[in-house]
Each structure stands twice: as C-alpha cells, then as structure tokens.
C-alpha cells in the first residue's frame, strides 16, 4: 500500500504565495515520479507539474514561471512553491505518485485564491 499526505492548502490573496507538501509512505521503494494535478469546480483534472526520479520536471503551461517543483533528498516528499497566485489557480490540488506502474493518488487539498 502507498499513501500520499498532503498539506499546505488554503486561502490566500492574489499576488501571494502557498507551498504545498505531500510525503509518500508504504511500499514506496522504486518511485518513478511525482507530482501535482489540480481539478477547478466543473473542470477536468489538470497537471500542475511533475518530477521524476531523475530529477527532470514538466509545468502545466498555466503555471510555468510561477511554480516550482521540487522533492527531499530521499526523493519521498515532493514539494509545490506557488508563487504570484491568481484566482484561477483556484482548485483541489492533488499530489500523485507514479509507483513501479502503478498511479497513486492523494485526498487533495483545497487552494482557494481571492481577488
């Protein structure tokens, strides 16, 4: 079994900033990459941006040059810097694993951003 637990979500202003965590544990040993996606109210799930374990990182077009992925040394925690956030960035953000073939999901957690 995997489990993804994020944290970090919430309210902010526009313009500011939030970093999401989210920690693998379980059978977690061989992971390929990992990452976030996001899913606005009547919208389809979207990436946000993934790493792999090579270290190589791929952004959503809607947030290229505003967020930063990166993950520990160990390679278990994957981290989110979301910088000069907009309204639209409002959405359940979900940490993912990709996992010896296999698709891991976290519950997701809640960035809500005011204009």
């Known amino acids: 079994q995997v489990q993804l637990v994020e944290s970090g979500g919430g309210l902010v202003q526009a313009g500011g900033s939030l970093r999401l965590s989210c920690a693998a544990s379980?059978?977690?040993?061989?992971?390929?990459?990992m990452g976030w996606f996001r899913q606005a109210p009547g919208k389809e799930r979207e990436l946000v941006a993934v790493?792999?374990?090579?270290?190589?990182?791929n952004y959503g077009s809607s947030v290229k040059g505003r967020f930063t992925i990166s993950r520990d040394n160990a390679g278990n925690t994957v981290y989110l810097q979301m910088d000069s956030l907009k309204p639209e960035d409002t959405a359940v953000h979900y940490c993912?694993?990709?996992?010896?073939?296999?698709?891991?999901w976290g519950k997701g957690t809640q960035v809500t951003v005011s204009s």
């Open positions: 993912y694993a990709f996992i010896r073939e296999k698709n891991y």
């Open positions: 790493i792999s374990s090579g270290g190589s990182t």
């Open positions: 379980g059978s977690i040993s061989s992971i390929n990459s």
